[in-house]
């Protein structure tokens, strides 16, 4: 049966929750975060950071209060517990917003959360001061130094602490370089974000192996090995992230140019350190290394301006007006909200051609990502209403058949031809 003061304590635990979630709802509503970006909250109100940090600092502040009019139980194990799923989903978010969801991140996940139940399980039954024990009593030196298997235990939990750490400032730099930018200053600002999560990550590595207990020192043997297999192996791996680096400060590319290489157009989206993401009007997108952007040709069609010629042939019939066909070009071109009046649209006739007059048609635009095909197709169908609408001929290929008037020479030839290969 519950007691009294089970109850109490259960009422209080319920109380601290309601105020928790509702503390956790108006904090959402006034700063609207984007859940997959944001470590605080989540797609729903627990499954961020904020609702089991404020459940659990409640509940520590009503048992101090309490504690001393009360015999307390339940919130003696319930400030673990929430302490439990507090480091959980702080270790799981942090993941969600650092990095790329994939079936490794996924095993992580589950990894932590099972480690700090197990943890929370040894603490309740009274077992974790004995195993704490036991670990100390397995010794063994390495590098002259002596270590223990808690204090490896210690150093692997604080490693991934300082890990953690790492990529969710790394994250949040690049979160706030990145806000509000466009164009060179987008590729300016992903560089420096691209630099800090390096030395960010890096740093935080060190600090891992220290705390774990290896020797720094011991690295540098480590460091001449790692240069060998660049000079050998790895170079085209680093020449990629070098050429990434190049192009990001250099700004020969940015992100939302319109590229061609080796005969793939498209816009880029993404500019990493290893390779450029190029997506296609068609929805196709090609991942390019950055090295190759580098070294071979590459077509920047809005380098310094987004303008775009296009041209179109037209064949006319040689009784057609050559004037009249070249203003009406013109109008079919303008006639297209996409087509620039300034450069103006120019026809001329370019040939005398076999079947008619031959015309070209040249017009410019200013928005490539929106499809070249689509506004080249409504020029031509608006250039073909006109010339019907002035009933001006588009002639079809001409061959010209002569045909023999005198049938009888012919079959005399056929047969004096028969005679002579006969004898």
């Known amino acids: 049966m519950f007691t009294p003061s089970v109850l ?18 108006l904090v959402r509503g006034k700063t609207h975060q984007a859940a997959e970006k944001s470590v605080l909250f989540g797609r729903r109100v627990f499954d961020g950071v904020l609702f089991p940090l404020l ?19 339940l919130l003696y194990v319930a400030v673990p ?10 270790g799981v978010k942090i993941l969600q917003v650092t990095l790329t969801e994939s079936p490794t991140v996924r095993l992580i996940e589950r990894t932590i959360s099972w480690l700090v139940w197990l943890a929370f399980v040894l603490w309740v039954s009274g077992v974790l001061p004995l195993v704490a024990n036991e670990m100390e009593q397995v010794k063994w030196k390495v590098s002259g130094h002596s270590m223990t298997l808690m204090t490896l235990l210690e150093g692997v939990l604080t490693a991934g ?3 953690l750490f790492s990529l969710w400032m790394s994250s949040a730099v690049e979160a706030k370089l990145l806000s509000n930018t466009s164009g060179g200053e987008l590729s300016l600002r992903k560089a420096a974000s691209n630099a800090v999560r390096a030395v960010l990550v890096f740093v935080g590595l060190l600090l891992s192996l220290s705390m774990v207990g290896i020797d720094l020192t011991a690295l540098s043997v480590l460091g001449g090995a790692v240069g060998v297999g660049i000079g050998l192996g790895l170079q085209k791996l680093a020449s990629n992230y070098v050429s990434g680096f190049v192009i990001l400060t250099e700004r020969s590319m940015r992100i939302g140019d319109f590229v061609r290489v080796d005969n793939f157009e498209g816009r880029i989206t993404e500019i990493n350190t290893r390779y ?17 952007l580098v070294t071979s040709r590459v077509e920047n069609l809005t380098f310094s301006d987004s303008l775009i010629a296009q041209q179109t042939l037209v064949t006319v019939g040689y009784e057609s007006d050559a004037e009249l066909v070249s203003q009406l070009l ?39 990502e929106n499809g070249q095909l689509n506004i080249r197709s409504d020029v031509n169908k608006g250039i073909l ?15 010209v058949v002569h045909e023999a008037k005198n049938n009888q020479n012919i079959s005399n030839q056929k047969l004096s031809v028969g005679t002579s290969a006969g004898t």
């Open 55 to 73: 459940w659990l600092c409640f509940t520590f502040a009503a048992l101090i209060m309490m504690r001393s009019g009360l015999k307390m139980h």
């Open 161 to 163: 602490v300082v890990l």
């Open 276 to 292: 450029t993401v190029i997506r296609s009007a068609g929805g196709r997108e090609s991942i390019v290394p950055n090295e190759m």
């Open 385 to 399: 209403a006109a010339l019907r609408a002035h009933h001006i001929d588009i002639p079809y290929p001409q061959q």
């Open 330 to 368: 013109v109008k079919a071109a303008l006639a297209q909200s996409r087509v620039l009046p300034e450069p103006a649209p120019v026809a001329v006739l370019t040939a005398f051609g076999v079947n008619g007059l031959d015309f070209s048609l040249s017009y410019w635009i200013t928005d490539p």
């Open 8 to 25: 109490i304590e259960v009422v209080v635990l319920l109380v601290c929750c309601g105020m928790a979630w509702g503390m956790t709802v």
């Open 81 to 90: 517990a929430l302490l439990s799923l507090f480091v959980i989903r702080l």
